[in-house]
């Protein structure tokens, strides 16, 4: 089925590009002899450190034979990968016919027809909903059927904006199955924003939610979707499931979800799809003003999240999988739907936030639902490890196994107190880092050699097939130990991204381009001397707002477009709970007056409308002038300075167009404060 390796061929192993002998003995102390041929089923009784060295110095081998073990396939595949970073073509598992649909929920229901899939944790704490594999693929079929009969078909994109529940679970897994591209939008996001994507991905439905229930407070969904979709010509149909009682009025292109599904059929035969079909779109902010649509596909991206939702997280058989993410974000496509259900894990569909009713939410919720893994974000962490440990000790934690940390760097405290006060410092807490683009985990402490320490607030090992290499500010790879520079991968892995929709240059100009022929992550880090990855941060005008990623160039584009506003500066600045929040240089027109307060108030507004709440800037600043290089670009690098009081070190102010500048903003800051 795919090139049978020799083993002379792994002879050549240190010698795979990208990869020297010291990068790979950055993951394990020591390179150990060749692994034996065999099949997934032989290959993952190996120690992880062969498994590791295997991925990496003959991938085919590796991913072919897990491929072919661990997925259903309707047709199987000819060849493993065929990759070229350079001209930004990456195809895995060619040939290949699949159904993810099936993966994720006929393998399971036929094996385990009661097992319980989805434990949906809705917002009032003890009324948990249970949804089994049986019954999320007939409400899964009946959601497929009924795009179906709305003429949705193959390749068709659909928007959903919904909050975390088995509904939208069940409206992305049917998409999968009639291979529907699914676009989620998050639930929080303003009408404007939503606009946005359904006009870049051009949706020909919307699936949405009547309201939403969220900390004890409601969400009107579907208004925010009438509000879209006035400018958005391509959509025909509005799908309405009832989350609440309130009924809805009913407009043209309005569809009562659960009525029609109880209509249509609870069987709906899988479409075969091609391994490189696309299976979702998820917008995600870059350094430009314009949102990314990152194009994820089939069978790579299915089998990169099970086996890292299996490898980092300890994954066993009967699991109960807690990761309390948006299903709107990468994090909950990856690791609440795809990985778990792809394993046949119960997965908890988090409805609410850390702190409704009280801080005890998360921890009352493990004891009544014996959760094995709970992975969470250091926002929330460091919100809760304010209040009182009792609100932790008060519940019973026995049942964790697993405790996990995603979505910005977590910082020492937030780590041991997760560690030592929720896991009684009996929990491997594993740091994971990864990002919308790579689809699943890269950097993790596990899968680890037995008995190998995990370093507190470190993601510290490659997964499988990952090569992180480091560049220097030359753009020269960084070998040895100690050494900090752009943070790149080398070699393609099954769940990277494949394409930015509709835009397949900028795919490779934003990844292939910065360090030519290698993946750059946007992230800097640092190897320490066991070799060891640390990640430093973004470097690039990216920002992290309690794990929410956000371009400073989307703020400001929002911004600018008030009247009075000619041009403005947006910064990230860090914060106690939130990691970071933006710092808005706002230039007013002359003629305004003296007093902004009306003009900061509407500027408020108009990042909440077009963006997001969590967008709207926490300080403004208003100044006559913005620091610009000779050739007119903004030095955010000399505002951050300002502001964190070290302009004494400005660094390179060569390029400065009018240095006086710096003073003056130093000046217009002192007075503020
Ligand atoms: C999964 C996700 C990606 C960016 C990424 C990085 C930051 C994520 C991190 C981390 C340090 C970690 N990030 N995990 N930084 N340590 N463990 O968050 O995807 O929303 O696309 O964000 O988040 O800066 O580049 P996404």
């Not at 399971?108 to 899939?117: M, T």
């Not at 939403?212 to 009438?226: A, F, P, Q, Y």
């Not at 250091?378 to 979505?407: E, F, I, M, N, Q």
Request: net charge neutral; hydrophobic share 35%.
């Amino acid at each position: 089925m795919f090139p049978k390796t020799n083993l002379y061929r792994k002879r050549k192993l240190y010698r795979t590009p990208g990869l020297c002998e010291q990068q790979l003995r950055c993951r394990f102390s020591s390179l150990p002899s060749p692994p034996p041929p065999g099949t997934w089923s032989q290959l993952h009784r190996l120690p992880h450190r062969d498994l590791y060295r295997l991925s990496v110095t003959d991938p085919d081998r590796f991913w072919g034979s897990a491929a072919v073990d661990r997925l259903r396939w309707m047709r199987p595949f000819h060849q493993v990968r065929d990759c070229d970073f350079s001209s930004g073509k990456i195809n895995w598992f060619v040939g290949g016919k699949i159904n993810v649909s099936v993966n994720c929920l006929d393998v399971h229901a036929e094996n385990h027809p009661d097992r319980v899939a989805l434990i949906w944790e809705r917002d009032e704490p003890g009324t948990e909903v249970k949804v089994t594999y049986r019954e999320l693929l007939e409400t899964t079929c009946r959601l497929a059927n009924t795009l179906k009969s709305h003429e949705i078909k193959k390749g068709d994109r659909v928007a959903i904006y919904m909050p975390v529940s088995p509904i939208a679970v069940a409206a992305m897994l049917a998409c999968a199955r009639i291979g529907a591209v699914h676009t989620m939008v998050f639930a929080g996001f303003s009408s404007e924003a939503l606009a946005a994507k359904i006009q870049d991905a051009q949706c020909k439905a919307v699936i949405t939610c009547n309201q939403g229930v969220r900390g004890g407070r409601l969400i009107h969904l579907k208004s925010t979707v009438d509000a879209a979709v006035r400018s958005c010509t391509s959509i025909q149909h509005i799908f309405v499931s009832q989350r609440t009682e309130q009924p809805v009025v009913m407009g043209e292109l309005d569809v009562p979800l659960d009525e029609m599904m109880s209509q249509h059929a609870s069987v709906c035969p899988p479409e075969p799809l091609d391994s490189e079909d696309s299976l979702f779109l998820l917008y995600t902010s870059g350094s430009t003003g314009k949102p990314k649509g990152i194009v994820h596909t089939q069978a790579g991206y299915l089998l990169y999240t099970s086996m890292t939702h299996q490898y980092v997280f300890d994954y066993r058989d009967g699991d109960v999988f807690g990761c309390v993410a948006d299903v709107g974000w990468i994090t909950g496509h990856s690791y609440v739907v795809y990985g778990p259900l792809c394993n046949g894990a119960t997965t908890v569909l988090f409805e609410s936030t850390p702190v409704y009713p009280d801080p005890g939410r998360y921890w009352e919720m493990v004891e009544r639902l014996r959760i094995n893994q709970f992975y969470s974000t250091p926002t929330a962490l460091r919100l809760l490890l304010k209040y009182d440990d009792c609100w932790v000790k008060k519940y019973d934690r026995s049942s964790l196994r697993t405790l996990g940390s995603v979505g910005e760097p977590i910082n020492h405290e937030a780590w041991h107190w997760f560690h030592s006060v929720v896991g009684e410092g009996r929990c491997p807490l594993v740091d994971t880092w990864w990002q919308t683009e790579t689809g699943g985990i890269c950097i993790a402490p596990h899968p680890l050699e037995e008995g190998a320490p995990i370093i507190p607030a470190m993601a510290m090992r490659p997964f499988f097939g990952i090569q992180p290499v480091l560049m220097g500010e030359k753009g020269e790879t960084l070998t040895g130990d100690s050494v900090s520079g752009a943070l790149c991968i080398s070699q393609p892995w099954p769940g990277m991204a494949r394409s930015i929709y509709g835009d397949h240059q900028r795919f490779i100009d934003a990844y292939f381009k910065v360090y030519h022929g290698y993946y750059f992550t946007g992230d800097g880090a640092h190897r320490s001397e066991d070799g060891y990855y640390q990640i430093t941060g973004r470097m690039d005008d990216v920002i992290n707002v309690s794990g929410h990623r956000l371009g400073t160039a989307e703020i400001e584009d929002a911004l600018d477009e008030h009247p009075a506003v000619p041009e403005t500066a947006v910064i990230g600045i860090p914060h106690d709970i939130k990691g970071e929040v933006p710092f808005a240089f706002v230039v007013l027109k002359e003629d305004v007056g003296d007093d902004p307060t009306a003009i900061l108030q509407h500027l408020r507004g108009l990042v909440a409308n077009k963006i997001t709440k969590y967008a709207v800037p926490e300080h403004f600043l208003v100044v006559k002038r913005l620091p610009k290089t000779r050739s007119g670009k903004i030095m955010r690098r000399i505002l951050r300075k300002v502001v964190l009081e070290t302009t004494n070190d400005l660094g390179d102010v060569s390029t400065l167009d009018d240095p006086s500048v710096v003073k003056e903003i130093v000046e217009t800051y002192d007075l503020k404060k």
